[in-house]
């Protein structure tokens, strides 16, 4: 006899509870030693610091900024990977159209592409959600293509004896049988949406959460730049886990693949 | 009328080609229940495939009432070995899919769909998914969503292949009730002799390469067929006929 399987379904909250607990803790515990530089800042004045930006009122207008620009390119380049992977999954035409082009601009990184696009239109919103867009077109697109292209072909069967065209078979079957695959390349865009934010606004003249990071370590401020930091990573967590619950929701029934 | 009019199938596999099947002839009456036995190899599924309308003769024809089949249509419902139900969506919504596809609302396909989840006996089921049900379970809710298409024929590749040896014998008894009100023709795929004997009106052998009918055998059992016909003293002999003819198309 053994137990249910504990490791799929619920998680094991007290474990995942204590493991952060203990790593906090040592940290806090090595930030207060005596000896320990200035610079090496504790969990509790990186949340203390983070939570006088807060009333302050200061940290709310930047993140609001970085975060619609990561969103903005997230939603523009993500749509995007996901139509065209799709459409490239089904049609051989398709896909031999994006492919060459598609590899070679995927090689390149795409923060190297930012001074390019900043000649054009400038350090501006629009060269950066540009930026962000195209970065997170991969791995949306990548992704998609390869659930589609991974469909059990007798669901398209079924499509055809049911004689049912090929535009509706494309919303009606290919789209929810990629669905799964899709969602992990969206997840990976969202990542890379917030990576790109970040180096987009280090970079030219800007403002936003990674411009605080960037200026408050040239002021030599470490709280300051903590807190910034820890308002990225919680925008991100956040953002993460509601882009999750979405594809749980959406995927039910195929979902036993998400992990805890 | 399902009729095979000389149909023939060949390959092409890297520079030459494979005859793999014909020439096979073969009329099915409406509302006959047909099996075509064979070993693995000698092209049934292919030969299903074309009556389906999935893959086209290299030459010859099938018909369904004079017509030629040249692509899938709702007339020939297909069950596939596995039961590829759409894991996005509950059994009951897998069931009306084929009902909405034909224009009807989905509230109304919804209402329709439950009486065909109570024809395979899996009412209390409508609303769970199908990787939460049994491999039995998922093959009557693949049959059941069949059954919605409203088909003239069913045709069935080796549906109860890949079920346990109990299952497989309640899904056949189950098969038997549902063809037997339904008034449907079917041709039933299978390499299992017993099964071939319990279902069928007739069993048509397919062996040899390229494989061709080797017998027609009418199965003079009666209906309606229950458990109790599996014991009926004509099953052995029918079986060890066959067997015998399998055993050669085998070594053929």
């Not at chain 2, 056949?172 to 004997?197: C, K, M, N, Y």
């Amino acid at each position: 006899m053994h137990k249910p399987d504990t490791n799929e379904g619920t998680r094991l909250w007290p474990v995942t509870l204590a493991s952060v607990m203990l790593i906090l803790c040592a940290w806090e515990a090595a930030s207060r030693r005596a000896g320990s530089p200035e610079y090496f800042l504790g969990p509790l004045e990186i949340v203390g610091a983070a939570v006088a930006r807060l009333v302050h009122g200061d940290v709310l207008e930047p993140a609001v900024r970085s975060i619609s620009r990561a969103f903005g390119g997230f939603a523009l380049g993500g749509a995007l990977g996901v139509a065209l992977g799709l459409l490239s999954g089904v049609s051989r035409t398709v896909r031999d159209l994006f492919d060459v082009p598609q590899a070679f601009v995927h090689a390149i990184p795409k923060i190297s592409l930012f001074p390019a696009v900043a000649v054009w239109l400038g350090f501006t919103d629009t060269s950066r959600i540009l930026i962000i867009a195209l970065s997170c077109f991969f791995p949306a697109y990548l992704n998609a293509m390869s659930g589609a292209l991974g469909i059990n072909p007798r669901y398209l069967w079924l499509s055809r004896n049911n004689e049912v065209s090929r535009l509706a078979s494309f919303f009606q079957v290919v789209l929810p049988a990629s669905l799964l695959r899709t969602m992990v390349g969206l997840r990976i865009s969202l990542m890379v949406a917030f990576i790109l934010m970040v180096a987009t606004e280090v970079v030219g003249h800007s403002d936003g959460l990674g411009t605080i990071v960037m200026e408050s370590y040239q002021e030599g401020d470490y709280r300051q730049m903590y807190a910034a930091i820890l308002y990225i990573a919680l925008a991100g967590y956040l953002s993460n886990l509601a882009l999750e619950s979405v594809a749980r929701r959406l995927c039910r029934g195929q979902a036993m693949e998400f992990g805890g | 009328m399902l009729s095979v009019n000389s149909v023939v199938k060949k390959f092409r596999r890297g520079s030459h080609v494979v005859h793999a099947l014909g020439p096979v002839d073969l009329q099915i009456r409406q509302g006959e229940f047909v099996t075509i036995l064979g070993p693995s190899g000698c092209g049934k599924t292919t030969l299903l495939h074309m009556l389906g309308g999935f893959e086209s003769p290299t030459s010859g024809a099938v018909e369904i009432n004079g017509q030629a089949v040249t692509a899938p249509s709702r007339k020939l419902g297909m069950v596939f070995q596995e039961a590829t139900l759409f894991p996005w969506k509950t059994v009951l919504q897998n069931i009306a899919w084929p009902i909405e596809q034909r224009g009807v609302r989905r509230a109304e396909a919804l209402d329709r769909a439950t009486e065909y989840l109570d024809k395979v006996g899996l009412h209390r089921f409508g609303k769970a998914y199908p990787s939460e049900l049994s491999g039995g379970m998922r093959q009557r809710a693949a049959l059941a969503r069949t059954l919605a298409m409203q088909p003239e024929v069913l045709l069935m590749d080796e549906p109860f292949g890949a079920l346990d040896a109990q299952t497989r014998e309640e899904m056949q008894e189950e098969l038997t009730r549902v063809w037997q009100a339904s008034g449907l023709t079917v041709v039933f795929i299978t390499h299992d002799i017993p099964e071939a004997i319990f279902l069928g009106d007739r069993v048509v052998v397919l062996g040899g390469k390229p494989g061709t009918v080797m017998e027609d055998c009418a199965i003079d059992l009666p209906r309606p067929r229950t458990s109790a016909t599996k014991s009926h003293p004509k099953v052995l002999e029918y079986r060890s006929h066959l067997w015998e003819l399998i055993r050669r198309a085998s070594a053929a």
